[in-house]
């Protein structure tokens, strides 16, 4: 069976040169006889990974010294959690909802403490992303919670949103590391790195270090920021496996010039699909093309017996995982980086060929 193009949302694709790698590296890494899975986390050898892993990913998005990385554990939904008990000081902060992702986090908050929802999309079933310019946010708030890309509806923030002085807090899974980002300008960025970034299993946080509190009465230590800072992820035993995959993604990143050539190619990847799904008869997009994706992309024929049969039959051309998240219908196409711009053109065309022989052409 040749490697199909996979246009899942997450986990999802990764660089054939990558998993090569991993491969070549299985049985025997770096003339150590074992595999990375079977090593001590406590190795100098894996220590060597996890070291270098960190110093790419910092030369990648150009994070500044005094900002924390650490690699973590338990899903991208329990930072919904661990965000808040760390960073929401006064028990206080904002959420932004533009999507499940979104009111996931916004829910876990209000678990936790006050959370108050200062702007929303839902009223169009999240098509769009709400004007940031002006909002309601609490003068007393701990940060201002959005979700930068989101992975369901395909929208993404054009704009960071005024936070009027507070601090911006992002989920950025689905686009992490797609783009240049100027971390500059948030205190926190989290990420499940199984969307853009590797295999499932490991978190990313990048947090702004004067935001992290020394002490946390009532919170278990393992949901505590500080506890991973201090061990440099080493705390207990991480996902090995997971990080060294990362850390060959951000190897890849880099020989391939870094965030902003990715930038480059992922433009041109998704204006050829936005471009042909607002010229198509059959086929549109379903977000106002201000606040589109450039990593996920739903579209729509408008007929659900077509979009179920176009659905079955990329899959039979090799074209895997396009149906929709079930919020939306449709479909959906994931481009993330490791999507080669080939796998788009054959979206495409198959797409055109569809709609000549639905006959809407
Ligand atoms: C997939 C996703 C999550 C959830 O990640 P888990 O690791 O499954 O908990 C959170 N936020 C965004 C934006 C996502 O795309």
Known sequence: MPRVYNFSAGPAVLPEEVLRKAADEMMDFHGCGMSVMEMSHRSSVFRGIIEQAEADLRELLNIPENYDVIFVQGGDSLLFASVFMNLARNGKADYILTGNWAKKAFKEAQILGDAAEIASSADKNFSYIPDCSDLPI??????????????????????????????????????????????????????????NVGPAGVQIVIVRHDLVPEDLPGVPTMLRFKTQIDANSLYNTPNCWGIYVCGLVFKWLKERGGLDQMRAVNEHKASLLYNFLDESELFSSTVVPSDRSLMNV???????????????????????????????????????????VAGVEALVSFMKKFELENGRA
């Open 298 to 340: 739903p579209f729509v024929t408008g007929d659900k017996e077509l979009d179920a049969n176009f659905v079955a039959e990329a899959e039979q051309a090799g074209l895997v995982n396009l149906k929709g998240h079930r919020t939306v219908g449709g479909m959906r196409a994931s481009i993330y980086n490791a999507m080669p």
């Open 138 to 195: 609490r003068e007393d708030t701990s940060y201002v919670y959005i979700c930068e890309n989101n992975t369901i509806y395909g929208t993404k923030y054009p704009e960071l949103p005024n936070t009027k002085g507070h601090t911006l807090v992002a989920d950025q899974s689905s686009m992490f590391l797609s783009e240049p980002v100027d971390v500059t300008r948030y205190g926190l960025i989290h990420a499940g790195v199984q969307k």
